[in-house]
């Protein structure tokens, strides 16, 4: 299969990602971002998995078969959106707003459990916060009132909605206009 860009675009088949919705057409992920590569996305097509709901102006083609490339693609079957966020360690920042919780630094992120494993600590939302690796260093395996570090923020085990509210903070680096009208619609609008 090749794929057709018209000669003034600079664009290619990789730097054109389809939003993923769910079948109530909001994105099946906010943070980050459901986004499938080109191939994935129509391969989703040919499966008949989902519907196409906005395409881009480029197209790809086979000997036989012409289609424009998928910008919105919505689910034909909904999938029921997990209840509890995963413990990762993206989610952790996200919940800090990608920020030291010792000293607000927001480079050379890593994490810190508040309890170190080493005094019994466990690693769970209720122990871990971001943490920059000079803060981290300078903790090391010390209870936070030997080195009279304290979080910011308590760690707290977070919902859904918090991290899709601090997301709304960092958007992705790339946004396609036709996403615009499923990313923020449960927002409030401005009068």
């Known amino acids: 299969m090749t794929v057709h860009v018209p000669a003034n675009a600079a664009t290619t088949p990789e730097s054109c990602p389809a939003l993923v919705l769910n079948?109530?057409?909001?994105?099946?992920?906010?943070?980050?971002l459901s986004l499938w590569g080109w191939q994935d996305a129509i391969k989703a097509v040919f499966l008949?998995?989902?519907?196409?709901?906005s395409e881009y102006d480029f197209s790809v083609r086979s000997p036989g078969f012409s289609m424009r490339l998928p910008s919105v693609v919505s689910l034909k079957t909904y999938v029921k959106p997990s209840r509890h966020p995963a413990f990762t360690r993206f989610?952790?920042?996200?919940?800090?707003?990608?920020?030291?919780?010792?000293?607000?630094?927001?480079e050379e992120l890593t994490f810190d459990h508040v309890v170190p494993r080493s005094k019994g600590g466990q690693t769970v939302w209720?122990?871990?916060?971001?943490a920059c690796s000079p803060c981290n260093l300078r903790k090391a395996d010390k209870m936070p009132r030997q080195v009279d570090m304290f979080p910011a923020q308590a760690p707290y085990s977070p919902t859904v909605q918090d991290?899709?509210?601090n997301g709304r903070h960092f958007p992705p680096?790339?946004?396609h206009e036709s996403w615009m009208d499923?990313?923020?619609?449960?927002?409030?609008l401005d009068p």
Do not use: K, M
């Open 23 to 32: 079948a109530d057409f909001r994105p099946l992920s906010y943070y980050p």
């Open 48 to 53: 008949d998995r989902v519907n196409i709901v």
């Open 91 to 106: 989610n952790v920042f996200l919940r800090d707003r990608f920020t030291c919780q010792y000293c607000g630094a927001q």
């Open 126 to 130: 209720e122990n871990v916060v971001a």
């Open 163 to 165: 991290l899709h509210q």
């Open 173 to 175: 680096n790339y946004l």
């Open 182 to 188: 499923y990313l923020y619609w449960d927002t409030e």
